[in-house]
């Protein structure tokens, strides 16, 4: 399984040409990644880490956890739902957990992710699948 999975079949020629020449991909991400980041930080309050998880996490982008977990919360979340790090912020897993509940792809949330490729940040989530960019992978199966 790889970033591609959600990814429709007819936009791999473009994922092809995106692989092949990283300069094209350079030049699209500039343009496109302020448009991705404004709308989705409007909506999502994302931190465009270029690996998008929101379809999977009941639309709350898991990089809002202080910690950045992006497989779960961390084990300290208070008796009340709230973070251990920032006590007035409720936990993002458990409103994500919530969120999903009510989504037809709700059963993606128990997938596991590799951590975080940092090279990515601040690029288009949307190119990087399209591209099939490693950083989608579960964390159990070899890229």
Known sequence: MDSREHVPAMLEPFGRVLR?????NEQLNRAMAPFENSAKVLLFSCNMCGQCL???NGYTCPMNCPKQLRNGPCGGVRMNGHCEVRPEMECVWLKAERRSRYLPGRYLFVRLHAPLDWRRKGSSAILNAVAGFPGDVKAN???
């Open 20 to 24: 092949k020449h990283p300069r094209v």
């Open 54 to 56: 929101l379809h999977e």
């Open 141 to 143: 199966e070899k890229e």
